[in-house]
């Protein structure tokens, strides 16, 4: 018992000490761009935590990035590099919309998600079985042709007669009721914690994902024990592509005041790549995705008001998590660290 | 006619500079046996930090001085991280690319006060060395060039080209022979980032003269696809760069071309380089082999 609890403190230190030395990254640039780090982060952990309304907003943006982390972190446990979260979630709203406008209802549109988000998914899968080509050119030259697809669709397929500026809007029948008024919390962040979950579920407790998981780490071992690792790729980007099409689903159906994909798909965009950063500080596992995505949802919700109260550009935030994903990919972090403190 | 064909082809050439820069400098790297994906990220930062060089000192060689050198610096995070220190290979490029995103969107805004976009001034931006009326020819195209071919000589008719070549294919042996294996993969890295650098930087000081949040769009994937495609090697690099900016130079003329945009709309056009790249790097994927120990952390026993 000893043994596994050392197991799981030392990631877990690991990723604080990241993200501790993210932050102070970010204060050194802060510093150096003329801005007061002290007044930024104070603003930034203030508008996030300082309040019920500050709560509901980091748990809302927590939603959709652990969902993306999810479709990282199940790639990385069958030793892929899926990197294609961004363009999934887009075709996942955009399905999510189309199908909610046909029949009304929340069931629609979460199929509408995962059926978008596994076919879209199943053209890197194919590819890696088929032609061997490597997953991380494959997902990354398909997010951008997403992009520009999607931006098609947008404008020319589902633009919403009445407002130029946005899609038309998922209906009310199938919109997801709000848990705090005045907010933008809805339920829809219990499906992301609910996907966790059952994600845990099947990496752990499923033969489907124990077969997934030995692919991952050691394919010819796999192999030997009678697996057949191109069926783990092929379901490791199916289940992946699920979890990024519900994020874009349940980001058009329980984000007010919108329930629609702006101008520019600026409200969908740069999930899929800030839930690569999620899930590496959630150590790939599902359970620290959901702890992590809550703190990267902090992020994102602290860096509007650090934006009004400070006058600090919101991309500060993504500064600190690119420095953050740096500072997890140094191997022996820890060891490394009590050496240096040692001398 | 004529006029098209030979506008296309200097757009070409042009489009070429950052895509073979960086597959140059990736195919040393990996000859080495370190492979980086965060060109994307380096290309992105480079052409950013190229483009403040620049303004200040107005002198747009130094904006590519200054990008190679913050593709110097990112190499050496790379190269620390995965030589020394016998870290995960993608991971760190994964970070350096989301890093990018961030230093760039929060730099454009944090420096220059717009959002989203930066047009680089004109008198600070390099000036081409041939005119024709179908379009102008940077130095930088020729450099490019030379620098593809120096790269190409150096690496297979010289020692020091044997000593990168050995470390990246067998490095037990290499480490026999006496060959600092940590140095010579370390040195490579950094080559192949600051040669991403230089093409970050062209695209802000040069080509594009702008800056944006998406100003590398894919470059630095569709660089490392020309790679495996040339099969590592930088003369062949050399064409595939210039097959790659064709369709990027294209997808950048149809979309503001009005006659050609009526039949088809721009958006598919624009995802023409990315589709290309899939099809090229899906169709020749199992004919080409890369160095034997690439993306393999080498720890001496």
Redesign the interface.
């Known amino acids: 018992m000893r043994v596994d609890i050392k197991g799981f403190t030392k990631p877990l230190v690991e990723s604080l000490v990241a993200i501790v030395i993210g932050i102070l990254v970010g204060a050194i ?1 802060l510093a150096f ?3 007061s780090p002290a007044e930024a982060y104070i603003a930034l952990f203030n508008g996030a935590l300082g309040s019920k309304y500050g709560l509901a907003m980091t748990l809302s943006s927590a939603t959709p990035i652990i969902l993306t982390a999810l479709t990282f972190g199940i790639g990385a446990r069958t030793g892929l ?1 899926n ?1 294609g979260g961004e363009g999934t979630v887009y075709f996942g709203a955009i399905m999510a919309i189309i199908l909610t406008n046909l029949w009304g209802n929340v069931l629609m549109g979460l199929f509408g998600g995962i059926l978008a988000g596994m076919a879209w998914m199943a053209i890197p899968a194919i ?1 890696k079985v088929l ?4 997953e ?3 997902t ?6 997403a992009y ?2 999607a ?2 669709i947008v ?2 397929k589902i633009p919403n007669p009445e407002d130029p500026n946005k899609t038309l809007a998922v209906p009310v029948s199938a919109r997801f009721p709000i848990i705090m008024k005045g907010t933008e919390l809805s339920w829809a962040f219990a499906i992301s914690v609910i996907a966790a979950l059952i994600t845990y579920y099947i990496l752990w407790h499923t033969e489907l994902g124990y077969e997934l998981r030995v692919s991952g780490y050691n394919e010819k071992a796999a192999r030997y024990g009678g697996i057949n690792p191109k069926k783990a790729i092929i379901w490791s980007f199916l289940l992946g592509g699920i979890m990024s099409g519900l994020a874009g689903a349940t980001e058009v159906m329980g984000r007010p005041p919108s329930y629609a994909i702006s101008q520019g798909m600026a409200n969908i965009y740069g999930y899929g ?1 800030d839930g ?2 999620v899930s ?1 500080v959630g150590r790939n596992h599902p359970l620290g995705i959901i702890f992590s995505g809550i703190f990267f949802g902090m992020l994102r919700a602290g860096a509007t008001s650090m934006q009004i109260e400070a006058g ?2 919101l ?9 953050i ?8 972090l820890l060891d ?1 660290l009590k050496k240096v403190v040692r001398r | 006619m004529i006029e098209a064909v030979i506008s296309t082809l200097i757009g070409a050439l042009t489009a070429m500079v950052p895509l073979v820069l960086t597959s140059v400098g990736a195919t040393v790297s990996e000859r080495a046996g370190v492979v980086n ?1 965060g060109y ?1 990220g380096i290309l992105l930062m480079s052409a950013f930090f190229g483009a403040i060089f620049a303004e200040i000192t107005g002198n747009p060689w130094i904006g590519l001085i200054g990008g190679a050198f913050v593709g110097m610096l990112l190499g050496m ?1 790379h190269g620390f ?1 995965t030589v020394y ?4 290979h ?3 490029g ?3 690319n ?6 760039v ?3 454009i ?3 220059w006060g717009t959002a989203g976009q930066h047009q680089v001034p004109t008198n600070v931006r390099v000036a081409p060395i041939i005119n024709t009326p179908y379009g102008s020819l940077s130095p930088m195209v020729l450099i490019t060039i030379a620098i593809a071919i120096l790269t190409h000589w150096v690496l297979f008719r010289t020692p020091l080209g044997l000593r990168i070549r050995a470390v990246g294919e067998n490095p037990e042996a290499a480490d026999a022979l006496g060959i600092n294996v940590e140095r010579y993969r370390f040195l490579a890295t950094v080559y192949g980032a600051m040669l991403a650098g230089l093409g970050g930087a062209f695209m802000s000081v040069d080509w594009l003269g702008t800056v944006t ?1 998406q100003l590398s ?2 470059r630095g ?2 660089a ?2 020309n790679m ?1 495609f040339s099969g590592w090697n930088p003369l062949r690099a050399l064409l595939g760069g210039f097959i790659f900016g064709f369709f990027d130079n294209l997808s950048v003329w149809v979309r503001t071309n009005p006659e050609i945009q009526r039949i088809v ?1 721009w ?2 056009v ?2 023409l380089p ?2 290309v ?2 099809i090229i ?3 020749i ?2 004919k080409v082999r890369p160095p034997k120990a690439d993306g393999k952390p080498y720890k001496r026993e």
């Open positions: 640039i761009s003329g801005y590099f990197i590819l032609r061997g080509v490597n991380v050119v494959s990354i030259m398909l997010n951008w042709m520009f697809i931006l098609y404008l020319q790549f690569i950063g590496l600090v550009p991309e500060m935030v993504k500064v600190v998590q690119g420095v994903v740096v500072t997890i990919a140094i191997p022996g490394l | 994906i994307e995070l991280i220190l016998k870290g995960d993608v991971i760190p994964i970070g350096v989301l890093l990018a995103l961030g230093v969107a929060f730099g805004t944090a420096y949040k769009a894919g994937f569709i490392l696809a495996v709309p958006q598919f624009a995802t990315y589709l790249t899939l790097v899906a169709g994927i199992g």
